[in-house]
Structures are given as structure tokens and as C-alpha cells.
């Protein structure tokens, strides 16, 4: 799961389409394959 994935919820996607700018999150979405937390949100979240 990549970001767009979790935070772009059905509703969200179609605020995203009213306001034009779907097609780029669609392809942001896509291009995002981090599967999991980076090593720079562990240490973002570490340091809390």
C-alpha cells in the first residue's frame, strides 16, 4: 500500500475529480510503489 492508496479515500477521488486534478493523483498513485514505511518515516516516527 503506498500513500495515495491510503489516503485517497472514494470520497477524496471525487473531490479530486470536481476540482480537476484527479488524473494527476491517478498517476502519482500508480508511480508510488513503496510498499511500507521507508527508512525515512521510521525515523521520523522514532525520534517521537
Known amino acids: 500500500m503506498n500513500y495515495g492508496q491510503l489516503a485517497f479515500s472514494d470520497a477524496i477521488k471525487k473531490m479530486q475529480e470536481d476540482a480537476g486534478s484527479r488524473n494527476s493523483y491517478d498517476r502519482m498513485e500508480k508511480m508510488s510503489a513503496v510498499n511500507g514505511f521507508t527508512?525515512?518515516?521510521?525515523?521520523?516516527?522514532g525520534e517521537r
Open 39 to 45: 527508512n525515512n518515516e521510521i525515523t521520523f516516527i
